[in-house]
């Protein structure tokens, strides 16, 4: 008769559908603290969404430009030339390039290769010099096939075959304070160490918004860069593009496996940018913790609204305990009332920044207005187009509805440590 | 007759700041299977609080509170919880409904705590108890739509459908008028007869006190006064 009352094995718990539906409920209850609080929520929401929706827009942008105008998606060098590109150096060039190029276009995932003549040099209008980089170029057959440099011509037109003449970058002109027609002179040194100079016109302008090519850069044929280098038939690169069905890592093995014991190594745009996607891995991170700081300052709404409904409820709280609903039961009602708040506030701010996204990712945004000619650190033409990801999107959504209900954790286990005896004498 | 539950020399004493208040002293007390028993006395004679005690909301000062075959000393709250789930059904003063809830759905939470996850069967129990208490047209209601006494009858009806040991109702009848009170009673009174629950009320209501098959009068925390009562018989 004394031994200790022992309870059956019930579980003293809600259904969840009974927990998910009793918490909804209650957020009604109360629905203008609800909605107030839902909309500070949904505003942090949409300004994270519409931040995040750009710098995807950005970096899948900047990739793009990175590819299109200036890496491709990978390129073929000379043993030992990677790792001094920067020096520019004519000790390490691919030579029968029409061989070569049969034997890379046959690799499975590859769509078109292009030879290009890298080169340092120099770059006067008769008053001033400056230290720039000179690419020659296969104008026919088949630098197009690879780059899109002739969407990239802002004034007068894209380099014809057998013509001689540069095209220059916008921000170099710009230095130069040259236009289409005028003429400039190039100095530069050939493999043998010989100076030699040529008068070429400037036929057009290019603008990719990439300030390695716009600021630093001119475009040659590339029998002109050949000839000015004593090369000919050499380059420094062969550029390749894949296919846009094309497995990146399996082609760049491929091509690797097609010209082992040459002397050649082959690089993909990622590696030859390293220093680039490590800057966007830091701002990711930095970006991240930002925008997760913000969502967080955000559902401190959620604590004071649950701690408020905790203490409203209190008799409600002790009368559910003095039915057998455990301590665990009401720590989980009051936490799926935090998510259910956060999760309902970013419903909200999702969609409007959807429709934000979208309407931006059509239009475009002009960066110019904010920016006017800073480097922003990317890439980027003047317009911007932010993309619309479902997996940020969704994970967002579902990340503030965890944040809303670590922000109740508080409240939720007050209410679930009362006593029920006196909880049901709460007035 | 089968003892359901048994106070032994209960003392409870509450301390308010430095100053000890006794509430219940040396209470003892056998409550057997089938009573229907009013608790009765003037407001701080600790009618209240040996509710809560038998009604294992609260643990005494000193003695024993025995229910079924053990005893409340000691238990952690989550046990206590899973007692008063298996055993215990309540009918509170103020009716305590959710009010988010329809009159269904607060009759079928006590047996979603029991942890009967057959829908089916939940909803033929809810059912049957709520054709009983008269409330069969009214399931789909929110209790704010209710008078009074129809939230009573649906707390009755929550406390009665997991077919509990015993049933504990405070004052039950205080927020109603006399002919609603009487309506409650009556029903409560019907169960007890029907399906043999054992109830334990209080009360400071003489209308409500000789209803009773048992009256327990308490005064200062102490028993005065234990006899049997004739259920209403003799007022009818």
């Known amino acids: 008769m004394e031994a200790a009352v022992q309870a059956e094995s019930i579980p003293g718990r809600l259904l969840p559908l009974t927990i998910l539906q009793l918490g909804w409920r209650n957020l009604r209850r109360n629905h203008r603290r609800t909605w107030i609080t839902a909309t500070t929520v949904a505003l942090a929401v949409l300004l994270v969404q519409v931040a995040v929706s750009l710098l995807i827009g950005i970096e899948q942008q900047s990739f793009d430009n990175l590819i299109n105008y200036q890496t491709a998606h990978a390129k073929l060098y000379a043993d030992g030339y990677f790792t001094k590109r920067e020096e520019l150096p004519l000790d390490y060039t691919l030579t029968d390039l029409q061989?070569?190029?049969?034997?890379?276009?046959?690799?499975?995932?590859?769509?078109?290769?292009?030879?290009?003549?890298?080169?340092?040099?120099?770059?006067?209008?008769?008053?001033?010099?400056?230290?720039?980089?000179?690419?020659?170029?296969?104008?026919?057959?088949?630098?197009?096939?690879?780059?899109?440099?002739?969407?990239?011509?802002?004034?007068?037109?894209?380099?014809r075959s057998g013509e001689e003449g540069m095209l220059m970058g916008t921000g170099l002109a710009e230095l130069?304070?040259?236009?289409?027609?005028?003429?400039?002179?190039?100095?530069?040194?050939?493999?043998?160490?010989?100076?030699?100079a040529l008068d070429l016109p400037v036929i057009g302008l290019i603008g990719t918004g990439n300030p390695l090519i716009d600021r630093n850069s001119f475009l040659v044929p590339l029998e002109t860069a050949q000839y000015m280098l004593g090369l000919d038939g050499y380059a420094t690169e062969l550029a390749i593009r894949f296919s846009p069905t094309a497995r990146s890592e399996e082609t760049l093995s491929a091509i690797a496996r097609a010209v082992d014991n040459q002397h050649l190594e082959v690089k993909g745009w990622r590696e030859m940018e390293e220093d680039f996607m490590a800057l966007v891995q830091m701002k990711r991170t930095g970006q991240g913790v930002f925008l997760v700081i913000f969502i967080v300052l955000a559902v401190v709404g959620v604590t004071n609204t649950i701690l408020m409904a905790s203490f409203e409820r209190t008799r409600e709280i002790g009368m559910m305990m003095a039915m057998g609903l455990r301590g665990s039961g009401i720590r989980r009602l009051f936490l799926t009332e935090g998510a259910l708040t956060g999760l309902l506030g970013g419903a909200l701010g999702t969609l409007v920044a959807v429709a934000i996204t979208a309407y931006f990712a059509t239009a475009g945004l002009d960066i110019t207005a904010m920016y006017g000619d800073i480097d922003i650190g990317y890439p980027v033409k003047d317009t911007i187009y932010p993309a619309v990801n479902i997996t940020v999107i969704v994970a967002s959504w579902l990340l503030t509805g965890v944040l809303a209900a670590l922000a109740s954790l508080y409240p939720a286990a007050r209410a679930s440590r009362q006593i029920p005896v006196e909880a049901l004498r709460h007035v | 007759m089968t003892v359901v539950a048994r106070l032994i020399d209960v003392h409870k004493t509450y301390k308010i700041g430095r100053i000890r208040v006794p509430a219940v002293r040396g209470v003892s007390l056998d409550i057997e299977q089938g009573a229907f028993m009013s608790i009765a006395g003037p407001s701080g004679s600790g009618k209240t609080t040996i509710l809560n005690l038998l009604g294992a909301l609260d643990t005494p000062t000193s003695g024993t509170v025995q229910i079924g075959e053990g005893t409340t000393a000691g238990l952690s709250l989550k046990t206590l919880a899973d007692f008063r789930n298996t055993h215990l059904g309540f009918v509170f003063q103020t009716f305590n409904l959710?009010?988010?809830?329809?009159?269904?759905?607060?009759?079928?939470?006590?047996?979603?705590?029991?942890?009967?996850?057959?829908?089916?069967?939940?909803?033929?129990?809810?059912?049957?108890?709520?054709?009983?208490?008269?409330?069969?047209?009214?399931?789909?209601?929110?209790p704010t739509e209710l008078s009074g006494g129809q939230q009573q009858r649906v707390a009755v009806a929550r406390a009665l459908v997991k077919n509990p040991t015993l049933v504990l109702a405070d004052e039950p009848t205080a927020n109603l008028d006399s002919e609603t009170a009487g309506e409650i009673m009556t029903l409560m009174q019907t169960m007890n007869e029907k399906h043999g629950t054992t109830f334990v009320f209080s009360t400071h209501d003489p209308l409500v006190m000789e209803r009773a098959s048992r009256l327990v009068r308490l005064h200062d925390g102490q028993i005065a006064l234990d006899e049997a009562g004739d259920g209403g018989r003799s007022a009818s």
């Open chain 1, 176 to 196: 130069f304070g040259v236009a289409t027609g005028d003429w400039m002179t190039v100095l530069t040194k050939t493999k043998a160490g010989a100076y030699e």
């Open chain 2, 98 to 142: 959710i009010p988010v809830l329809s009159v269904r759905e607060n009759v079928d939470f006590p047996l979603q705590l029991q942890g009967i996850g057959n829908k089916g069967e939940r909803n033929e129990r809810v059912h049957k108890i709520l054709m009983e208490v008269g409330l069969g047209e009214l399931a789909d209601r929110r």
């Open chain 1, 99 to 159: 061989e070569l190029r049969a034997t890379i276009e046959v690799v499975s995932g590859v769509a078109a290769t292009t030879p290009r003549l890298n080169f340092s040099a120099q770059l006067s209008n008769g008053i001033d010099l400056y230290a720039c980089i000179g690419v020659g170029i296969q104008v026919t057959d088949s630098d197009d096939d690879v780059f899109r440099i002739p969407q990239a011509v802002v004034d007068g037109e894209y380099l």
